[in-house]
């Protein structure tokens, strides 16, 4: 059995090679097992091997003796709605979320809506499938349908309320994201331009990737073309949404959080603020001028859940584009995440680009992606090229200087990716810390 697929929060490879109907079969076993469970719910997304892998999955939680709730194709926030709604005793979801169309991944939920991680129960699952799992209980559980989409959006509206009908223009990238978001968006009566809603494992237009600022292209252009407000451009599954402001600029994650933060305070919101290590360093002074605890958090937005559910706070949010808000059972929702979006442009009758302009201190770059031969030695070299910064040791290498930063880190889940991002006061250093980043990747 091949368990390179058993990454840091998810099992996630290439299908067939790593994940496939064999692991999906005992990831069910192992997981109904784990959860003790009576009842687990199983969604999945549009990829052409998720259909035989949740048969599969849902086999192997039937074997063990526990009933299935089969939501079919569905958004990952959906399915953690439905565990939280529902009390379900745990959530399958299989989606390879951002990843290309030939990988896959199970996605596994715990009942208090917390992703499993490799610190947090993923590496027990991982035992149970390498080990002898034996017989299952004897008698084999029930599988049953439900749609619960308009549940979800009955949740999710009334969380919002009312907004301004303003234009805005979302790129689905061919995921499942326009399943909930259509019917949302037509609902608020916002006017609405679609790209790419149908669901297609093949990602025939461009992958529903928000890593590769490419992506963005056909939404950046239709945002401008059209003049919109906003533009949406969700992941394959949803739990994530990367905006567009209305100059087509893409907006960084960490300055949205800030005004979304300040607005959640001025609807009697308090508390804490769990942020992202990448996070531009004004984002913990901004946060406390306007009455916030921030807390830096590693990446990986299973701890940004767990934190917040049990420590209690406003929001977390995540560099990549998970956010998630305490009254939305601290779900990392593109959706919800959008919508608050909407609301804030409709609260404060601002434009997204004069909004942001108003919280952006310093210069920044985007993050970038490389693959690499050795990360273990590039993040070294990286280290030994900067000996004026303090090191910080949180995830992979954070630099912090006196005027910013720079973090760099190995993917968690592609293999010998590694990630990087800086900021300075000043554009000049800016670029001179990247420059140097990029000299010592390409000497590898």
């Not at 084999?140 to 979800?152: A, C, E, L, Q």
């Not at 959706?335 to 442009?345: D, G, I, R």
């Not at 280290?383 to 303090?390: Q, S």
């Amino acid at each position: 059995m091949n368990l390179s697929a058993f990454k840091a929060y998810d099992i996630r490879g290439k299908y067939p090679e790593e994940v496939n109907e064999e692991l999906a079969f005992l990831v069910g076993r192992a997981t109904a097992r784990y959860f003790s469970a009576n009842t687990i719910i199983v969604g999945r997304d549009m990829r052409l091997s998720s259909p035989s892998l949740s048969e599969k999955l849902i086999e192997g939680i039937n074997y063990e003796g526990a009933d299935v709730v089969n939501i079919g194709v569905c958004t990952t926030p959906m399915l953690n709605y439905a565990v939280a709604s529902f009390g379900f005793d745990g959530g399958i979801m299989i989606s390879a979320s951002h990843n290309p169309g030939g990988d896959n991944a199970f996605k596994i939920i715990d009942r208090n809506v917390i992703q499993l991680s490799d610190s947090d129960g993923l590496n027990e699952i991982k035992k149970l499938v390498e080990g002898n799992l034996g017989d299952g209980r004897g008698v084999k559980g029930m599988t049953s349908v439900t749609d619960i989409r308009d549940r979800y959006l009955t949740h999710i509206l009334e969380n919002i309320g009312a907004v301004n009908p303003i234009k805005i223009v979302a790129d689905y990238g061919n995921g499942v994201g326009a399943i909930t978001a259509s019917q949302a968006f037509l609902r608020l009566g916002l006017d609405s331009r679609e790209l790419y809603a149908e669901p297609d494992g093949n990602f025939p237009n461009h992958p529903a990737n928000p890593h590769d600022i490419h992506n963005f292209n056909d939404l950046i252009k239709t945002v401008k073309r059209e003049r919109a407000d906003l533009g949406v451009f969700f992941d394959g599954d949803a739990d994530r949404s990367i905006m567009v402001d209305d100059r087509g600029n893409i907006v960084p994650v960490d300055l949205l959080t800030v005004l979304l933060a300040k607005q959640e305070i001025i609807h009697g919101e308090s508390g804490k603020v769990y942020y992202d290590l990448r996070f531009s360093k004004a984002v913990p002074d901004l946060l406390r001028q306007a009455g916030a605890d921030p807390v830096m958090m590693r990446v990986g937005n299973p701890f940004y859940k767990k934190a917040l559910r049990e420590t209690g706070g406003i929001l977390g949010a995540e560099f990549s584009g998970h956010i998630m808000f305490s009254e939305n059972y601290c779900i990392d929702d593109g959706l919800f995440a959008a919508l608050k979006t909407v609301k804030l442009l409709s609260e404060t009758g601002k434009r997204l680009s004069k909004l942001i302009d108003s919280v952006s201190i310093y210069e920044a770059s985007p993050e970038e992606s490389v693959s690499v031969n050795s990360p273990e030695q590039v993040l070294e070299n990286i280290v030994a090229a900067f000996p004026e910064a303090k090191q910080v040791d949180l995830d992979g290498v954070y630099l912090d200087f006196s005027d910013g930063f720079i973090s760099i880190r190995q993917s968690n889940s592609e293999r010998g990716l590694i990630r990087f991002r800086a900021e300075a006061k000043k554009r000049r250093i800016l670029e001179n810390r990247l420059r140097t980043i990029r000299d010592i990747i390409a000497r590898g």
